[in-house]
């Protein structure tokens, strides 16, 4: 969170707004959605599949296509970068902002070793020659632990497992510095035991390069793990955001107290699992009032007739809903 007025941001959000045109409906994927994020500032998305933001990722980005309108202000240190030429655009993308994609065998190409594939990104942003960018490529490989790194330099990625592939990517989004990094469910594909790993590697890297983050899944516990700020999605739209420690502990929107009643705790052993009731809605045809109103055990006649009111129960924390009361407490 950013505390002093002279602050800048190393990325602000200003009301993004995504939508789809098809010929049966428009889609309305992203909702309005802002933030600011300080540099060495993780802020974790966290919502069910279908809610928006893996689409808010790749908007940041300019990944979208071309079907896809979008609107609001997307700030790079201060700078507006959704307005610029395609061509500068590219030029900031594994430059200043880089991505993890969820999976790495979708996002490597596979007819190019992972070493030339890190290198070709470093000569194309720093301009170095190839031997340079190789070597900035077998650092990469060291730092992101990968056993015998020189060797793995000459894999291609069908070559690598699946933890080692996801190493490969990360090395490959940090090789240039970037001051932004979005991951989009970069654990999603390991086991248990490989997903820490990583999870606390991208912590240690972010510490040593003072990167800010923005990191998006549907696991609270990668959420409980990685962030320092929590942004509850549901249908396009923000519904909670705060403090990890006050999101994870002390939800108030009924939809983040769902969700971590629906996880697994140590203490539940014989005990019913709790689940959200119903599905998410359309994004085609969002209902006039709250989103979450058909599911929700706290639904009010408001609620169903227009949006909720957003709330500011303390400085730094936000809910869209009638109620700010805590409903999930730590057991």
């Known amino acids: 969170m950013l505390d002093a007025a002279n602050t800048v941001a190393a990325m602000e959000v200003r009301d993004l707004t995504v939508r789809f045109r098809t010929d049966e409906a428009d889609v309305a994927a992203v909702n309005g959605i802002s933030f600011a994020l300080a540099p060495g500032e993780t802020l974790t998305i966290l919502g069910e599949s279908g809610s928006g933001k893996s689409v808010s990722l790749k908007a940041l980005m300019g990944l979208l296509p071309r079907q896809a309108t979008i609107t609001g202000k997307v700030l790079l240190k201060g700078t507006e970068i959704l307005s610029l030429p395609p061509s500068q655009?590219?030029?900031l993308r594994g430059g200043a902002v880089s991505m993890i994609f969820q999976e790495p065998m979708a996002a490597l190409?596979?007819?190019?070793?992972?070493?030339?594939?890190?290198?070709?990104?470093?000569?194309?942003?720093?301009?170095?020659?190839?031997?340079?960018a190789m070597k900035r490529a077998l650092e990469m490989m060291e730092h992101v632990r990968i056993p015998s790194a020189a060797r793995r330099l000459k894999n291609y990625p069908h070559e690598m497992s699946g933890g080692m592939r996801q190493r490969a990517m990360i090395a490959l989004?940090?090789?240039c510095s970037p001051s932004v990094l979005l991951a989009d469910e970069p654990t999603t594909a390991l086991?248990?035991?490989?997903?820490?790993q990583i999870l606390l590697l991208l912590r240690q890297l972010q510490e040593e390069m003072g990167m800010a983050v923005v990191f998006v899944t549907h696991d609270v516990?990668?959420?409980?793990?990685?962030?320092d700020r929590v942004a509850v999605m549901y249908a396009g739209r923000f519904v909670e955001t705060g403090s990890a420690r006050d999101v994870l502990r002390s939800a108030r929107h009924p939809y983040t107290a769902g969700l971590l009643s629906s996880t697994v705790q140590g203490v539940m052993r014989g005990k019913v699992l709790e689940t959200i009731p119903?599905?998410?809605?359309?994004?085609?045809?969002?209902?006039?009032?709250?989103a979450f109103a058909p599911r929700c055990s706290h639904v009010a006649p408001v609620c169903v007739q227009s949006q909720p009111p957003v709330l500011v129960?303390?400085?730094?924390?936000?809910?869209?809903?009638?109620?700010?009361?805590?409903?999930?407490?730590p057991v």
């Not at 992972?114 to 190839?130: D, F, K, L, P, R």
């Not at 303390?314 to 407490?329: E, S, W, Y």
């Open 89 to 91: 655009l590219a030029k």
């Open 109 to 132: 190409d596979p007819v190019y070793t992972i070493g030339e594939q890190i290198a070709e990104t470093v000569v194309q942003h720093e301009g170095v020659s190839h031997r340079a």
């Open 173 to 175: 989004a940090l090789a």
């Open 191 to 196: 086991d248990v035991t490989v997903q820490i």
């Open 221 to 227: 516990g990668v959420a409980a793990e990685i962030s």
């Open 278 to 290: 119903g599905s998410p809605p359309s994004l085609a045809h969002l209902p006039p009032g709250c």
């Open 313 to 329: 129960p303390h400085p730094g924390a936000m809910v869209r809903c009638i109620q700010d009361k805590p409903l999930h407490l």
